[in-house]
């Protein structure tokens, strides 16, 4: 659909191009026949305006597109492949591809050993916990300042088809921890408001 789109803005902007290029061809006939001649500088001035016109479209586009840079952007629902880890899971993207989504503000324990990361204590019940709630669901994905991690992994706020919030759902019921950092910190007082009441009730890990 964003292929289309660009297309047809693509296309609108080349028509525009063509048409103040076919008026100033008109021009140049009318001042022709009275003996007057456009300066170059003028002819490149109108050059660089189409120029100018495509580039906006180019940008315009890229603007739009679902790139790092844009927070905006979501992806409506998509479906799961595997889970890694609590915290952790690799998705079938809008674009075909597989692509690794590690959620925004928490943390959950380790389920293995990778690198320098050791498996930690409930690790092997957070992962099974994600597991479980993913099993042949859709999520909708929400992202925010900075979309992509130092390791390749999109960062994101994760959401199932029946609304709920994982990110929060997973602290709440103690099998992750709350774990901010900016610049992406748009829930991080609902997370520590949530891992507060998982610690009291002693859900999860907590217990």
Not at 40 to 67: L, M, Y
Not at 74 to 92: A, C, L, M, S
Not at 140 to 162: K, M, P, S, W
Request: hydrophobic share 35%; charged share 30%.
């Amino acid at each position: 659909m964003k292929k289309i789109t660009f297309l047809l803005l693509f296309l609108c902007a080349v028509i525009c191009v063509q048409s103040c290029k076919n008026n100033r061809v008109n021009q140049f006939s009318h001042l022709n026949s009275t003996n007057k001649k456009e300066s170059p500088k003028q002819v490149r001035s109108i050059e660089d305006e189409g120029n100018r016109v495509i580039d906006d479209t180019v940008a315009t586009f890229r603007n739009s597109s679902s790139s790092p840079s844009d927070p905006s952007t979501e992806y409506q629902f998509v479906n799961i492949i595997r889970v890694i880890d609590g915290d952790t899971f690799v998705i079938f993207n809008i674009y075909g591809s597989e692509e690794k989504i590690r959620f925004i503000g928490i943390n959950a324990p380790e389920s293995r050993n990778s690198g320098k990361k050791k498996k930690e204590e409930f690790g092997e019940e957070s992962k099974k916990y994600l597991t479980d709630l993913l099993k042949g669901a859709k999520v909708r994905l929400e992202f925010d300042v900075q979309r992509i991690d130092r390791y390749g992994r999109t960062l994101a706020y994760v959401y199932l088809e029946n609304g709920t919030f994982l990110n929060e759902y997973l602290v709440k019921m103690g099998y992750a921890q709350v774990a901010t950092y900016p610049p992406n910190v748009k829930y991080k007082e609902l997370f520590i408001e949530v891992q507060r009441y998982a610690r009291e009730h002693k859900t999860g890990l907590w217990k």
